[in-house]
């Protein structure tokens, strides 16, 4: 009964009773780590093309090239200059089904994934450019240099390690003449 008379007096009470408990036993909730702030994406792309560049192998391989499939490439880049990095993949996938085991091409989809944030997919196609590459010269480094970056941005700092050593391994010194 005295539950009951109190209830009487107090309409509100139990309703009052029930948030001041909710409240007391609601904690704020933990914030998230946030993570370390890494590259961007465009960084990313930037610094995989900057390996081919760097890259003074004596020997670079230029692979006979379908006109059409070039014509893809410079469209894609220029979809790719201007931000569309959606039209860009949809070019080079037309590429791909014309050449699928091209290794430019397949770099150059790569690096349009990084962009568009397709981290695995990037690997994956760096992977596979150069399992059908020379393993020697710009393309190969660029295909190493994926691998470092997208390692880096899972903070696999062991696997950056490793792939680094790849890039390296992409370079072929000439004879050195006297």
């Not at 010269?137 to 295909?143: E, I, Q, T």
């Not at 390692?151 to 490793?162: E, I, K, N, P």
Request: glycine share 6%; charged share 25%; aromatic share 4%.
């Amino acid at each position: 009964m005295p539950y009951r008379s109190f209830r009487l007096r107090h309409p509100l009470a139990p309703a009052a009773l029930a948030g001041l408990l909710l409240t007391a036993c609601a904690q704020p909730a933990p914030e998230a780590p946030k993570p370390p702030p890494g590259k961007s994406n465009a960084l990313m792309v930037d610094e995989i093309r900057a390996a081919g560049e760097r890259d003074k192998s004596v020997i670079n391989v230029h692979p006979l090239v379908d006109p059409g499939i070039v014509a893809l490439q410079d469209a894609a880049r220029q979809d790719e200059r201007s931000g569309q990095y959606q039209a860009a993949a949809t070019k080079l996938d037309m590429a791909l089904k014309r050449s699928p085991e091209a290794p430019d091409v397949l770099q150059d989809r790569a690096e349009v994934a990084i962009y568009m944030g397709d981290f695995q997919l990037a690997e994956k196609l760096a992977h596979q450019s150069w399992a059908l590459g020379s393993k020697q010269g710009p393309l190969c480094a660029r295909n190493w240099q994926t691998i470092v970056e997208i390692r880096l941005q899972v903070h696999d700092q062991t696997g950056a390690a490793s792939a680094s050593k790849w890039v390296g391994e992409c370079r072929e010194t000439g004879v050195q003449r006297l």
